[in-house]
């Protein structure tokens, strides 16, 4: 009879005399657990099918990039241009017409009165006419005292005044030093109470201070020729 061997211990065991032999009762093998089974097809997948060659199961992917190909793209905003800084500026050319001076009324009513009262005579008696207007037109005491404009068309105060005559541009000019030396306190030629005159045969004009003789005192008086 054949020895037995304890898989424990490795070593022979003899049976002993007359003894009948010991039958080793055998283990159970364990059972697996169970597990869901795999389908053949997708063990051997890899090995039967080279299933990313398959123009089936890349059809939709390539019809959808035909198909966004075919999509219009936007529109790409255009650029903005910017100024050609080389470019020459042209300046346009300065309008080098004089314009039309607006008249000044004072001026103007000033260069009628000695355009038309001094007719044929020097331009210093027509400045002494301009300034006896001007007298008048701030003095109160003698029942003067008003505007420029209402002193020059007070009517029968100036002998031969006609407000309907064309002045002559010297004479305007003329009007206009008169009132600028009034506005800045200029040195006059006439002292402020001169408010009458007398135009005289020769051309020249006498102004004075007073109408008439009061008390047998006489009045001062200025010629210019």
């Keep these: 009879m054949d020895p ?50 398959d123009i089936r199961l890349w059809s939709p992917l390539i019809l959808l990039l035909l198909i966004l190909a075919l999509l219009p793209g936007k529109q790409k905003a255009p650029e903005e241009t910017l100024p050609d800084v080389t470019a020459v500026v042209t300046v346009p050319e300065e309008d080098t017409t004089p314009t039309e001076e607006a008249v000044i009324p004072e001026a103007a009513a000033l260069a009628r009165l000695a355009d038309s009262v001094g007719a044929g005579r020097s331009d210093n008696v027509k400045t002494v006419i301009m300034w006896v207007a001007v007298n008048r037109s701030e003095d109160r005491a003698n029942g003067y005292g008003q505007s420029l404009l209402t002193e020059i068309d007070r009517p029968n105060q100036w002998q031969g005044y006609d407000g309907t005559i064309i002045y002559t541009d010297e004479t305007y000019a003329m009007a206009k030093q008169v009132l600028e030396t009034q506005a800045k306190g200029g040195l006059r030629p006439l002292d402020s109470d001169m408010l009458w005159f007398i135009l005289n045969d020769d051309g020249s004009i006498t102004v004075r201070n007073q109408f008439t003789a009061t008390a047998n005192q006489k009045w001062q008086e200025k010629t210019v020729k």
């Design 4 to 53: 037995i061997l304890n898989e424990e211990s490795k070593t022979e065991v003899q049976p002993e005399p007359g003894a009948e032999p010991k039958i080793e009762p055998k283990r159970r093998k364990q059972q697996k657990k169970r597990t869901f089974p795999i389908p053949s097809f997708l063990l051997h997948l890899g090995e039967d099918i080279r299933w990313y060659y």
